[in-house]
């Protein structure tokens, strides 16, 4: 019995020893509690001896192109299901309707018209790959420039800034010091001085020195006429000193002194 349910389920299925065939491998059986086994991809339940014989069924095959383009699972990846036909598929790279079925699937992606777009479409991905490493190449150095910039940009701004820092230190010491020499060495202004010091009699008063400044300014006209006389009277002991000479004058001083002793 189990011998004549396998040669159905081959005979049936009319595809083995088919180029494409299982495509997609053994279908999955799980062991349920009653005995019997449940096949993962379909959900279909079956006794122990019925799985090889429904492993090559149309139903199974069918069964497994369908989990296969759910789950996106090569090389389903690459076709999409009809929207106007469920027994047919859509090629992503050529556009064309394949039937679904492991051996159109297979009979199409061994065209050259599959290869040769297939290759193309690698090659434009392997460019792409390569566009983005060189832009992410380029972005990586010219960061790196911007970033060696800023640094020296910064760095100079530094030293200008401790350069003026600097110099308004010195600049304020300066005037600092400036002032304090200004304090120290402080000199009155010329024709004046702190002591109100006139060259006259310094043992008298101010208000003693002014008095006999106005007295004097007070006198009547009488001044001038006094300093004269008196510079010639100056003039007349100057030529009787130059006349008599010197001598005679110290002679009369010992004279004096002699007598006195």
Partial sequence: MGKKASGVGEEGDGSTGKEGYKLLGNPTFKK????????????????????????????????????????????????????????????????????KSEEHIWKHMSGKRFLRMLEKKETETEMEGLEKQVENEVAKKTDSKANRRDKKKNKKKEIEDASKVISEIRDSSGKNSGSEDDDEFWMPPVGARWDND???????????????????????GGTEEDNHDAGELSKRAKRMSLEIGPSSFASRKKKKKTSAT
């Avoid at 006139?198 to 009547?220: F, K, L, N």
Wanted: proline share 4%.
């Fill in 32 to 99: 349920l509690e009653n005995g019997r086994f449940k096949c993962v991809q379909t959900g279909h339940e079956l006794p122990e001896h019925a799985r090889d014989s429904y492993a090559h069924s149309k139903h199974c095959r069918l069964g497994l192109i369908d989990a296969a383009l759910s789950k996106n699972k090569p090389p389903l990846n690459m076709f999409n299901q009809d929207p106007l036909n469920r027994s047919k598929l859509i090629c992503k790279l050529t556009g064309d309707t394949v039937n």
């Fill in 198 to 220: 006139d060259g006259g009699d310094r043992w008298g008063s101010g208000s003693e020195s002014e008095e006999e400044e106005e007295d004097a300014i007070g006198q009547d």
